[in-house]
């Protein structure tokens, strides 16, 4: 079992941060799923009949911008290729489910931001050279054991 996620592109205020794909809701979004169904088509192509909607997820902040994000949990079928939008994405990373449950995925690290007083410590997990850190860290790390205990079937 896999997780798609981006490495966003280089602009704008998450720029290089590994993320689910999303983005904020336009007005003619009829709901915030719907929001999320476009934003997977806008960022990584996959039409809107290869996505299963399984669960809305609890609402997470960031820590940076105090954007709210509302979360949803999907099952797909992946495209033989992708076909990530160039302005928005900068890669398209699959990860596997049992590699971020090994203990070497997990680690802490300071961070250091220019909206924080102080530098703050927080944890995150390796993929390959990169950290899920921040609102996607915390999107993920409660669903894992979710995941890996077969709450929905993949």
């Known amino acids: ?10 602009r704008g205020v998450h720029g ?4 689910f794909p999303g983005g904020k809701r336009d007005p003619e979004d009829a ?11 806008e960022e ?12 809305e997820l609890p609402t997470v902040e960031t820590m940076t911008t105090d954007f709210l994000i509302y979360p949803f949990l999907a099952r797909i079928v992946r495209p033989n290729t992708w076909n990530p939008s160039e302005r928005e994405v900068a890669e398209v990373v699959e990860v ?10 997990r680690g802490e690290d300071i961070a ?3 909206t924080w007083i102080a530098p703050q410590r927080g944890p995150f997990y390796r993929v390959g050279h ?3 850190w921040g609102a996607t860290y915390r999107i993920l790390h409660p669903l894992l054991p979710r995941l890996l205990g077969g709450e929905w079937e993949f």
């Open 130 to 132: 990169y950290q899920v």
């Open 31 to 41: 709901s915030l799923q719907e929001t999320a169904l476009r934003e997977v088509w």
């Open 16 to 19: 290089g941060h590994l993320a």
């Open 1 to 10: 079992m896999r997780l798609v996620l981006i490495r966003r592109s280089e």
């Open 96 to 105: 596997k489910l049992a590699d971020l449950a090994r203990l070497e995925a």
């Open 44 to 55: 990584l192509g996959l039409d809107r009949q290869l996505v299963e909607v399984l669960t």
């Open 112 to 114: 250091r931001l220019s």
